[in-house]
């Protein structure tokens, strides 16, 4: 894997222009068409052949394999269902599977019954297979297919095992004396065609001994499949060096303050082919899920965004790109993908910021009151001692526990002891010493910025200390030379609201102004009278959207689907009482 990714692709301009006009349909077309041939067999199993074309099969084939035929018609067609989400995801070895098993098909429907017409059909099938066949170039996860194939051997063996003792046990009931071939012929005959044994069903437990070993069988195939179409597993063996060469490119070229979570060991690395540009992701299912913008020579990030795209394509994952900037959304337009307006970046201009003014009143009266009351900031550089860590971790831990949630990630840093240790804190403490407030700030590398991390107080702090402790941030910054002082992202907080605002971008509005509850948030940092940034998530159409919202969620905190999903069925009930409560 790590071959692929350092030795990847040289974009031919062929290349290019599948990437531009890629929308995925023909996949979609041949996924539906799967699906419609899958349930063709079951419908057509479930209905008698005509007398007069059984009659002429007699003459050529045996009753067990017209019989067995039909079974197997059953078989392929729950199997063609089940595999169309493999084609859907344009996998090579699904095309190779749902080939064989139409080709398959089309034999079956002529030994159960003569059935020409179907049998036409899925000659058909077979023709539109190989015409789509070029558009089928994503990878399978090799140690998974060779799983996949390690677990039908042992579901062979245990059926086979199963079949043969069970029938040795009733033919001795029924007074047969046979080979162990025998016995072997008879459970393969039960696996593949369901040929029906009326003696054994006059035994008590017969016919339970017969169910259970074809419904073992039928579910071995049923998980074989599900493991044929699980997605690629990125195993990233040598993260260190990967992460050594992207912190380089990083001091060189970070011009963002997301750079420094790109350093977290829960991301992967991609790098271009010339090693000039990488791009940090987690992976979430099938799902590539990228931080930010590729980071790296400008010259060379529209080639990295293709060649990224291609990699996913290769692999069967979907992918985003999160938070991105202005800078590179034409690149991204440039490659047929959509955008969604996710929230603006608060940015302060620390040389404009005088605290002078009506504007500033209650962060002036803020200020005054807590100093009067004996509080200060303190600035402790890195590194960080034990004995601060530990009490900063008792704050932390006080404020978890108040907010009654989880450490985050992905795009948001946690309390990691050794991570912290490099930062920059502030502490608001009171007379005593003790600290009742603290905030980290992580380096911005290339750009003239502060930019906070965690932001954590004790839940009996003083009224406004969280205020206090902005204000004393950005006035030391101030001090230092810095141009602008980052307040992080106030989500959704302009969405949906410029002239260029797509459907998408207004049901994102719609939801923020019914359900979701950021506007403390965004009012809180207005105050400070910043400059809003868009940030925008990229995404490669709106019906992979859904999916890729859940998966941001899963990686920003793998429990908290369930937090969400308990929030929005509380404020639905919300919405509901409220709208027939009487109007004041």
């Known amino acids: ?17 599948f990437l531009k006009t890629n929308n995925n349909w023909q996949a979609r077309l041949l996924a539906v068409l799967v699906v419609m041939v899958g349930l063709l067999n079951l419908t057509s199993a479930f209905y008698p052949s005509m007398p007069g074309r059984i009659r002429v099969l007699h003459d050529f084939l045996p009753l067990f394999l017209i019989q067995g035929s039909r079974h197997l018609v059953i078989m392929v067609g729950f199997l063609l269902i089940l595999i169309a989400r493999g084609i859907l995801h344009q996998k090579k070895t699904t095309w190779w599977v749902t080939f064989v098993l139409i080709l398959t098909s089309s034999g079956l429907h002529i ?35 060779f799983n996949a194939f390690r677990m039908l051997g042992l579901v062979i063996t245990i059926n086979i095992a199963y079949g043969v003792i069970g029938f ?25 065609t369901n040929a029906p044994l009326p003696d054994l069903h006059l035994i008590p437990r017969g016919s339970l001994f017969l169910n259970t070993l074809w419904m073992m069988w039928e579910s071995g195939l049923v998980i074989f499949v599900i493991m044929l179409l699980r997605p690629i597993i990125y195993r990233n063996s040598i993260w260190h060096p990967n992460n050594q060469r992207a912190s380089k490119i990083a001091e060189a070229f970070g011009q963002s303050s997301l750079v420094y979570f790109t350093m977290w060991e829960d991301k992967l690395y991609f790098f271009n082919r010339l090693k000039t540009v990488y791009i940090a992701f987690a992976q979430a299912g099938n799902i590539a899920l990228v931080l930010g913008d590729p980071i790296g020579k400008t010259e060379d990030i529209e080639t990295c965004i293709a060649e990224f795209i291609e990699f996913c394509t290769l692999n069967s994952w979907q992918y985003a790109f999160y938070q991105v900037r202005t800078d590179y959304l034409d690149s991204y337009k440039h490659f047929g993908l959509s955008y969604l307006h996710i929230g603006d970046e608060a940015i ?87 600290i009742l407030a603290f905030a980290n700030f992580i380096p911005m590398y290339r750009l003239p910025y502060a930019t906070v991390d965690m932001m954590r107080h004790l839940r009996q702090a003083p009224a406004g200390i969280m205020d206090f402790l902005f204000i004393e941030s950005m006035l030391h910054y101030k001090e230092q030379g810095k141009e602008g002082f980052s307040m992080g992202l106030a989500p959704l907080a302009h969405a949906g609201q410029e002239e260029f605002s797509n459907v998408a971008d207004k049901t994102v509005h719609l939801l923020y102004k019914n359900f979701f509850n950021f506007k403390g948030l965004y009012e809180f940092k207005a105050k400070y009278g910043p400059r809003w940034e868009p940030r925008y998530l990229i995404y490669p159409d709106p019906v992979t959207l859904p999916a890729i919202i859940l998966a941001l969620i899963k990686v920003g905190d793998p429990r908290s689907l369930r937090r969400v999903w308990r929030w929005f069925k509380a404020r639905r009930w919300l919405i509901v009482v409220k709208n027939y409560l009487p109007n004041n």
């Open 111 to 145: 030994s159960k019954g003569l059935d020409i017409e179907e049998a036409v059909v899925f000659m058909v099938m077979v023709g539109i297979m190989l015409a789509f066949y070029p558009r089928f170039r994503a990878h399978s996860d090799v140690p998974r297919i």
């Open 348 to 434: 302060v201009s620390l040389p404009e910021f005088d605290m002078i003014g009506s504007k500033f009143k209650y962060l002036r009266y803020i200020q005054r009151r807590l100093g009067r009351d004996g509080y200060k900031a303190v600035w402790y550089d890195s590194p960080l001692d034990d004995s601060l860590l530990d009490k900063l971790k008792e704050v932390s831990d006080d404020w978890l526990a108040y907010k009654g949630g989880d450490e985050t990630a992905f795009s948001l840093g946690s309390f990691d002891v050794e991570m912290l240790r490099q930062n920059q804190v502030i502490t608001i403490e009171n007379n005593e010493g003790a």
């Open 168 to 192: 040795y046990l009733l033919y001795h009931k029924l007074g047969y004396h046979e080979v162990w071939l025998f016995y072997v012929r008879e459970t393969l005959a039960v696996m593949f």
């Open 1 to 17: 894997m790590e071959l692929l990714i350092c030795n990847l692709f040289t974009m031919r301009r062929e290349e290019r222009h």
